[in-house]
């Protein structure tokens, strides 16, 4: 419901129109009925009114005195004036008072209630409208901050045009000193969280001076827009505000942030190369995984790595790697990471470079059939990569996870061959002419080979491993049957008791006699 007031200086005219319309039907509620426009005026100033319906001639204030006071201070509020023939030549005056409607009196209850439900129409559209109005301010103050930063963000892209720019600025209250500006990138380790990227961003803001800006990219990096009228002033700034930022990032124990400066250009059209050089400069300290800021300046002097180094590197690490010297094969990834550090390759040069290692281990695996490339070089795809370091620890795990592999498989031949020695030891230690030589024909080895091997399988020689078999046998022939010494001697492989009995009491501290009688103690 609209509340609406009248205003008639003739008694019965306000009793018969505040009687005869039906105000709920046309939409309006009649709050208040007055003689002149004075209490009119003194209601209105203290109370909400949408509609005056006001007659002109009245005495102390008439009704186009209060429509132009209204006018001037009220002018939201809808005016109709009620006039005879007679006042006519007021309707010109009435306009300039912004009257919305001009009634000719006597005017009639149908009349009036066909007036008072247009006006209240038109109402409801201003107040649709409004509300409409209203509520898109209301999301566009919501969305400022997100706006601007997109303003800014095509600012330093070059996606903004000169004749739209100054429009943007005043929008946006973005001051531009019009003198010099860099770019500055501060880019965010993907395990961050939402909440500690808004506040590392809030608390950079309180950091930076009123002319400058910080906001987040599309890639959700942290952007510096600076501007100094000087350029040796912007160093030791981008100094300071980068060492917040890596104290920042410290007292979260977090990974820590990259941060790259582009170069200082003396306008706006310039910002695209500044930011461009930034990104150049945060993508290499990223990949270097430098705690420090770069500027664009400073890997533009750096030469770029040199295939025919890349390729020596990679070559001797996989002969390394291939012949089981897993530290060594360590030792030149750690050089090939120095040498790396120290020329400038982009973050798709660095992982094409890893790609051709990655290759050449997956197919060193394939040829030996260790465990698939999918179950070991699934974490170490290049585009996994964050920084060099990541990159080394990654490998390394590698050579080593393949080098104790190969070396579980040397082992298993290893044992394999050790107990098919032992069985054919134990198969022919009674032949008194059984040698090294003869164990060695039938394993198709070298006596050094297999001695070897013996050893470090067994921690025995062939003559110690021959030599307690045939002891153990010559123990349970003491015990088990009545040979005579020199009949068992026979037996195990000896050709002269007498050495026999030499080599046994060596072995067991006692006589064959002697260990025969420990049967019946």
């Not at 000719?104 to 149908?110: A, F, G, M, V």
């Not at 977090?254 to 400069?281: F, H, N, W």
């Not at 080593?400 to 134990?426: C, H, M, T, Y």
Request: one cysteine or more; glycine letters at 4%; a negative charge.
């Amino acid at each position: 419901m609209y509340k609406m007031i009248f205003v008639d200086d003739e008694a019965i005219v306000r009793e018969g129109i505040s009687s005869c319309v039906p105000w709920d039907e046309v939409g309006f509620q009649l709050v208040g009925v007055f003689e002149h426009g004075l209490d009119a005026l003194e209601y209105i100033k203290n109370n909400p009114v949408d509609l005056v319906l006001s007659d002109i001639n009245m005495p102390r204030m008439s009704g186009l005195e209060l429509s132009r006071v209204l006018g001037e201070k009220f002018p939201d509020i809808i005016i109709i004036l009620l006039t005879g023939y007679d006042d006519f030549e007021y309707a010109q005056e009435a306009i300039r008072n912004q009257v919305r409607e001009f009634i000719l009196k006597p005017i009639t209850r149908n009349e009036l209630s066909t007036v008072l439900s247009t006006i209240r129409k038109e109402l409801d559209l201003e107040r649709s409208s409004r509300l409409q109005q209203d509520m898109l301010k209301a999301k566009l103050d919501q969305s400022f901050p997100l706006l601007k930063e997109r303003f800014l963000c095509r600012l330093i892209s070059d996606s903004v045009s000169i004749d739209k720019l100054q429009d943007r600025k005043a929008f946006f209250q973005w001051t531009d000193l019009e003198s010099l500006y860099q770019v500055v990138i501060l880019k965010i380790p993907s395990s961050w969280s939402e909440l500690e990227r808004f506040s590392l961003g809030e608390f950079l803001k309180g950091l930076v001076k009123d002319v400058d800006e910080v906001f987040f990219s599309r890639m959700e990096d942290i952007i510096f827009l600076i501007q100094e009228s000087r350029q040796d002033r912007f160093k030791a700034y981008t100094t300071m505000l980068a060492q917040e930022a890596f104290n920042f990032a410290s007292s979260l124990d977090k990974p820590m942030i990259s941060i790259g400066c582009g170069e200082v250009v003396d306008g706006i059209p310039l910002l695209e190369r500044s930011y461009q050089g930034a990104c150049t400069a945060v993508d290499y300290s990223r990949s270097l995984g430098l705690s420090q800021v770069v500027t664009v300046e400073e890997i533009r002097n750096r030469e770029a790595p040199s295939p025919e180094k890349l390729n020596q590197y990679t070559s001797e690490m996989m002969n390394h790697i291939k012949d089981g010297r897993a530290r060594d094969s360590i030792k030149i990834l750690r050089e090939l990471i120095e040498y790396l550090e120290t020329h400038y390759q982009t973050p798709q040069q660095l992982s094409s470079i890893f790609l051709q290692l990655y290759s050449s281990i997956s197919l060193f695996i394939r040829d030996l059939e260790l465990v698939s490339p999918e179950g070991i070089l699934g974490s170490l795809n290049p585009s996994h990569f964050e920084a060099l370091t990541t990159a080394e620890k990654a490998i390394e795990s590698l050579i080593l996870n393949i080098d104790e592999q190969i070396r579980q498989r040397r082992k298993g031949v290893l044992l394999s061959r050790i107990d098919r020695a032992k069985s054919i030891i134990q198969e022919r230690f009674i032949d008194k002419d059984f040698s090294l030589n003869d164990i060695c024909l039938e394993l198709y080895l070298s006596t050094s080979q297999f001695s070897l091997l013996f050893k470090e399988g067994t921690d025995m020689t062939f003559v110690e491993y021959l030599t307690f078999v045939r002891m153990e046998e010559a123990k349970q022939l003491l015990w088990s049957s009545d040979l005579k010494s020199y009949e068992i001697a026979e037996q195990v492989g000896f050709s002269d008791p007498r050495y026999f009995s030499i080599i046994f009491k060596k072995h067991t501290g006692m006589t064959a006699m002697e260990y025969r009688r420990t049967r019946t103690q």
